[in-house]
């Protein structure tokens, strides 16, 4: 446990280090290049008539969360916890529909991952607008939900196909489109430059 938390300590100081001596190539990275508005998931929207609070959160001010070490190691704390709490499975093998997102209780596909810990994360104090549900192309073609959480350091995905908390330009996916900032119902289109580069 110590050395993880040594290590934890030493992640965050290379991103203050990097916050600091900036360069252009990071500072375009480090946050996600955002379109405009867009479509929302069918999953989601059926999400959003079962639990229509869950979707009408507005914010006015949506500055990103500023990332100090104790909200680093919540950051990965919760994320190692939700994704050895909750057995992988596809909704269409266990709701037997192709499309349904929930809060899981033992067993979720990869949006019921996101929910449980953005709800995880607005309960240590996070604000939902730095909390997105992201939808993501994986490099087989498969489709993927990981949550985005928006910093001062940058914009982290939170995945339960890898351990590892990562910059999303760090990450092996095209990012394609993720719930607004200013409205948890509406989204937004992600300008994922990296893709023409990367071969994604």
Known sequence: MMTTMKRLGTTLGALVLLGATATTSFAATAHMNMGGNTSQPIGHAYFCQQL?????????????MRLTKKRWRELTEINAYANAAVSPVTDQDFYGVEEHWTYPKSYGDCEDYVLLKRYMLMQKGWPASSLLITVVKQANGEGHAVLTVRTDRGDF??????GKVSLWSK??????????????????????????VAGY
């Open 171 to 196: 990450t092996p996916y095209q990012y394609l489109k993720r719930q607004s900032r200013f409205h948890s119902g509406r989204w937004t289109s992600i300008k994922d430059r990296r893709s023409q």
């Open 52 to 64: 229509p609070q869950e979707c009408a959160v507005r914010t006015k001010n949506a500055e990103p």
């Open 157 to 162: 995905a939170l995945d339960n196909l890898r």
